[in-house]
Nanobody
């Protein structure tokens, strides 16, 4: 079955950086659009970033644009989220998501319902 496993979360001071990783198994990763979402306490889950199958195209939420970078290594079945200049409002559980090639949809999207598989999440806490 398809599994997504995130890692790299933790506690960091405001202004610091973290790199999250998400490794996929059980699916052809290189043919899958990948996304990152987050959910802060008491809030609904929100889109953070997406990356195309080749990694040549990326898409970011306005709240993280210019601070976060998304990349992927298809040889390692892994997608990364590099978070710089972190703010306390970035505190959340971060989830990676995968859109299967079966959908035939390669357009980068912020919609949760366009992703088929989800990781368990990793906590990121930014202290002020």
């Amino acid at each position: 079955q398809v599994q997504l496993v995130e890692s790299g979360g933790g506690l960091v001071q405001a202004g610091g950086s973290l790199r999250l990783s998400c490794t996929a198994s059980g699916i052809t990763f290189s043919r899958s659009v990948m996304g990152w979402f987050r959910q802060a306490p008491g809030k609904t889950r929100e889109f953070v970033a997406a990356i195309s199958r080749s990694g040549s195209s990326t898409y970011f939420a306005d709240s993280v644009k210019g601070r976060f970078t998304v990349s992927r290594d298809n040889a390692k079945n892994t997608v990364y989220l590099l978070m710089n200049s972190l703010k306390p409002e970035d505190t959340a559980v971060y989830y990676c998501a995968l859109r299967s090639q079966i959908s035939g949809n390669t357009v980068l999207s912020s919609r949760e319902d366009e992703y088929h598989y989800w990781g368990q999440g990793t906590q990121v806490t930014v202290s002020s």
